[in-house]
């Protein structure tokens, strides 16, 4: 009964007591001095108020009278439905409170509020689910509204049942290697053919430039080529291997201009064209390259008896001392004492005779020489013989020249 209600008065510093009325008292106009000091009297339902003159107070609506519901002899959730008692569908007739996010699911005379997936129900409202607490996922977990998704670190891709993470070939995807490459376990390598390195982006393959690191790959020119090197000869060479140059004989393989009345001396990278008889006045020819003086010729008489032509060729810049050739006598008398030296052709003193025994010596190269460049020196060997000799000693000489061509190379 509304007007049997209880209501509590309250009073700034003192507590009214409760008052059970039929109807309202209003206590600010029966009550002298209901409200002490610059306090404001409020009457209200059942009781009053004591305020600061300042307050105001807004008198709530009064609750609506709620109809009265016709008589329902069937449970809660049920109607009647001729002599029985029907469920009630609150959700076709939206007579329910549920949220609207959730779904209505009906029961037996009442309903439920059921959340989507990846929800779930706190009190009245629908919570998200974090499934990434659950470790649903390999790598990593993104969690979203109602869900979440999986996801891989780099080089990897998501299995069949989005969840596990499987490794990704990527020489098969297109991985930007330039020349080989080489899947790992969630990564990929770059590898480079024999003659490239690696670029520093671990991509690219750039040539190896093997020349600029040693000036002794090759005897003569080292030529870099894409992935390799290679090595040349001058002309009048041929590779010997793959860095070695050997000269070609011309005078052998007959790539030589020589006429009959010539003959071909192979030299260091060319040949040189001599004439078969060089035998000058007062000299005559006795054999392909021996002249001799007859001794019954007046101006053979300070020259030496005979003169044999040799030929030969060094590199330049040869390291010096060196040896580089040695005279022998083919023939020597018995008692003779027999000595050595260059009777012309040294104008420079680029050679010296080193004699080693009575029979033979060394020309050695006293200082590096340059070519192309040709020396002719004229090598004697003087003989003593006392033992021939009726007034003083018997002295005879020999001579051989030697045609020296310096070529222009340095091996």
């Given at each position: 009964?509304r007007?049997?209600?209880?209501?509590?008065?309250l009073?700034?510093?003192?507590?009214?007591t409760?008052l059970c009325?039929?109807?309202?008292?209003?206590?600010?106009?029966?009550?002298?001095?209901?409200?002490?000091?610059?306090?404001?009297?409020f009457?209200?339902?059942?009781?009053?108020?004591?305020?600061p003159?300042?307050?105001?107070?807004?008198?709530?609506?009064?609750?609506?009278i709620?109809?009265t519901?016709?008589?329902?002899?069937?449970?809660?959730?049920?109607?009647?439905?001729?002599?029985?008692c029907?469920?009630?569908?609150e959700?076709?007739?939206?007579?329910?409170?549920?949220?609207?996010?959730q779904?209505?699911?009906?029961?037996?005379?009442?309903?439920?509020?059921?959340?989507?997936?990846?929800?779930?129900?706190?009190g009245?409202?629908?919570?998200?689910?974090?499934?990434?607490?659950?470790?649903?996922?390999?790598?990593?977990?993104?969690?979203?509204?109602?869900?979440?998704?999986?996801?891989?670190?780099?080089?990897?891709?998501?299995?069949?049942n989005n969840?596990?993470?499987?490794?990704v070939?990527?020489?098969?995807?297109?991985?930007?290697?330039?020349?080989?490459?080489?899947?790992?376990?969630?990564?990929?390598?770059?590898?480079?053919?024999?003659?490239?390195?690696?670029?520093?982006?671990?991509?690219?393959?750039n040539?190896?430039?093997?020349?600029s690191y040693?000036?002794?790959?090759?005897?003569?020119?080292?030529?870099?080529?894409?992935?390799k090197?290679?090595?040349?000869?001058?002309e009048?060479?041929?590779?010997?291997?793959?860095?070695?140059?050997?000269?070609?004989?011309?005078?052998?393989?007959?790539?030589?201009?020589?006429?009959?009345?010539?003959?071909c001396?192979?030299?260091?990278?060319?040949y040189?064209?001599?004439?078969?008889?060089?035998?000058?006045?007062?000299?005559?020819?006795?054999?392909?390259?021996?002249?001799?003086?007859p001794?019954?010729?007046?101006?053979?008489?300070?020259?030496?008896?005979?003169?044999?032509?040799?030929?030969?060729?060094?590199?330049?810049?040869?390291?010096?001392?060196?040896?580089?050739?040695?005279?022998?006598?083919?023939?020597?008398s018995?008692?003779?004492?027999?000595?050595?030296r260059?009777?012309?052709?040294?104008d420079?003193?680029?050679?010296?005779?080193?004699?080693?025994?009575?029979?033979?010596?060394?020309?050695v190269?006293?200082?590096?020489?340059?070519?192309?460049?040709?020396?002719?020196?004229?090598?004697?060997?003087?003989?003593v013989?006392?033992?021939?000799?009726y007034?003083?000693?018997?002295q005879?000489?020999?001579?051989?020249?030697?045609?020296?061509?310096?070529?222009?190379?340095?091996?």
């Amino acid at each position: 009964n509304r007007m049997s209600k209880c209501y509590i008065s309250l009073q700034f510093f003192d507590l009214t007591t409760c008052l059970c009325l039929p109807s309202d008292i209003n206590e600010c106009e029966t009550i002298p001095d209901a409200c002490k000091g610059e306090m404001k009297c409020f009457n209200h339902y059942g009781g009053y108020l004591c305020l600061p003159r300042s307050a105001s107070v807004i008198p709530a609506p009064e609750p609506p009278i709620a109809p009265t519901e016709p008589f329902n002899p069937c449970p809660l959730g049920y109607e009647p439905q001729g002599d029985s008692c029907v469920d009630i569908d609150e959700c076709e007739r939206e007579e329910h409170d549920c949220q609207p996010s959730q779904q209505c699911i009906n029961t037996l005379g009442a309903f439920t509020c059921q959340c989507p997936d990846g929800y779930r129900k706190v009190g009245t409202e629908c919570i998200d689910i974090d499934e990434c607490r659950y470790r649903y996922c390999q790598h990593r977990c993104v969690n979203v509204p109602g869900s979440f998704s999986c996801q891989c670190e780099p080089g990897f891709q998501l299995a069949g049942n989005n969840r596990s993470c499987i490794d990704v070939n990527e020489c098969d995807m297109g991985a930007p290697c330039s020349q080989r490459c080489y899947n790992t376990y969630g990564t990929f390598l770059c590898r480079c053919d024999q003659g490239y390195e690696l670029g520093p982006d671990g991509f690219a393959c750039n040539d190896i430039d093997e020349c600029s690191y040693s000036s002794y790959l090759c005897q003569y020119q080292c030529v870099n080529e894409p992935g390799k090197f290679s090595c040349v000869c001058p002309e009048g060479y041929q590779l010997l291997g793959t860095r070695l140059c050997q000269d070609i004989n011309e005078c052998e393989t007959g790539e030589h201009q020589c006429s009959e009345t010539q003959t071909c001396v192979n030299i260091h990278g060319r040949y040189q064209c001599v004439d078969a008889n060089r035998c000058q006045d007062p000299y005559v020819q006795v054999s392909e390259n021996r002249c001799v003086c007859p001794v019954n010729k007046p101006a053979c008489r300070d020259l030496p008896f005979s003169i044999v032509h040799r030929y030969m060729s060094i590199t330049s810049e040869r390291s010096v001392p060196s040896d580089i050739f040695q005279i022998q006598a083919t023939s020597v008398s018995p008692g003779a004492y027999n000595t050595f030296r260059i009777r012309s052709g040294d104008d420079n003193g680029d050679f010296y005779i080193r004699q080693i025994n009575n029979i033979s010596a060394m020309l050695v190269l006293a200082r590096a020489v340059s070519g192309p460049r040709e020396y002719t020196l004229d090598l004697e060997m003087v003989s003593v013989n006392p033992l021939l000799s009726y007034q003083g000693s018997y002295q005879t000489s020999s001579a051989l020249r030697l045609s020296i061509y310096v070529g222009p190379y340095t091996f």
